[in-house]
């Protein structure tokens, strides 16, 4: 057990490698409730979304539609990454990191004081997360009858509610499965049905190397408060159109866009060796930038790692381990995604 954002956390539940090969071959679970869930109401609701988020709240018009962004500061720091769902008009519910929930809750405060609308946390909920190949067949065993309904009917970045629960196709993983909120109090039944249909326990040791594995950025490791989604591989999820929605941060984006600013790459370590984050990388003999997340790959059984790196020019940089300069390839990222590799591994 470790702490993690003031919560006890489990690294895992007897073998790490075991638990990611078991979410990538067949079903894991995560108990994920230090998430912090926040339901906005009111006339205001989306109004003020499109203000706190770089991403525009505005394309979701299906319920239960889920939209991936980041909430930045006004000179376009990244102060959280996040996931929001469109439930009804005036309706939406946010899910948002546990080691950021306070600064996230104060931030959003203070924007909406000029707005119509409510923000609730839903300190009474749990949150498991079921992840795999056969994570959702596994979850429909378990679910109460509501709310496995609801989870059979979902589209991929879909959430939907069942009475007091929640379930959403989402995850933080490279596979499919469900993420499940509801009552706190309700929550180690579930568990214990789970694990009756198959699902493995996995812990934050898992759940690291598989989103490395996926691509999938850490708050606080690939981006934070300093850095933009431009500089964190999260261009994506800037929504540019219509240039008149003044999110905060824009003005600080617009100028850096289209410069030749720092990117986030995919490392893969040539030789035998670990990657961590920190370490420092080299492009033709000149310091290019760091190591932002960096670990081994169960899946690719390599070194694997992210990276913020500044002229790159080509696939070829080296990485200082121990003093050493060892030879690495620039990748674009995922690694890995449902299962199967997405770069080439060449042999050591």
């Known amino acids: 057990m470790v702490d993690f954002g003031g919560w006890d956390m489990p690294l895992h539940y007897g073998s790490q490698i075991e638990e990611h090969h078991r979410v990538r071959r067949d079903a894991g679970m995560f108990d994920v409730s230090h998430m912090a869930v926040l339901d906005f109401e009111g006339a205001g609701a989306q109004a003020l979304l499109r203000r706190l988020l770089a991403n525009d709240v505005a394309r979701l018009r299906e319920p239960g539609k889920a939209l991936y ?34 600064k996230d809750r104060a931030w959003i405060e203070r924007q909406a004081e000029d707005f119509d609308v409510r923000v609730r946390e839903r300190a009474d909920t749990a949150m498991i997360a079921v992840q795999g190949p056969q994570a959702r067949e596994r979850a429909l065993q378990a679910l109460p009858p509501p709310a496995a309904r609801a989870a059979e009917a979902l589209a991929s970045f879909h959430g939907a509610p069942a009475g007091d629960w929640f379930v959403a196709r989402t995850g933080y993983t490279g596979e499919d499965g469900l993420e499940v909120i509801l009552p706190a109090g309700e929550a180690p039944a579930f568990w214990d049905a789970l694990r009756a249909a198959g699902v493995a326990p996995c812990g934050l040791g898992a759940r690291d190397t598989l989103r490395l594995e996926a691509g999938l950025n850490l708050y606080g490791a690939d981006m934070d408060e300093s850095t933009t989604p431009l500089e964190s591989g999260l261009a994506w999820t800037v929504a540019w159109d219509p240039p008149e929605r003044a999110f905060i941060g824009r003005e600080t984006l617009e100028a850096q866009r289209g410069t030749d600013h720092a990117r986030l790459v995919g490392l893969v370590l040539k030789e035998k060796g670990v990657l961590r984050n920190h370490q420092k990388v080299r492009v033709g003999g000149v310091a290019a930038g760091e190591i932002t997340s960096g670990g081994y790959s169960p899946t690719l059984a390599r070194a694997i790692a992210l990276a913020r790196l500044s002229g790159v020019g080509g696939d070829s940089c080296r990485v200082e381990i121990r003093g050493k300069l060892v030879p690495a390839r620039t990748v674009k990222p995922p690694f890995v995604r449902h299962g199967k590799p997405c770069v080439t591994i060449d042999p050591i």
């Open 69 to 102: 962004s980041c909430m930045l500061n006004a000179h376009g720091g990244v102060i959280d990454d996040l996931i929001v769902y469109f439930l009804t008009d005036g309706r939406f519910r946010m899910i948002v990191n546990a080691a950021t929930r306070d």
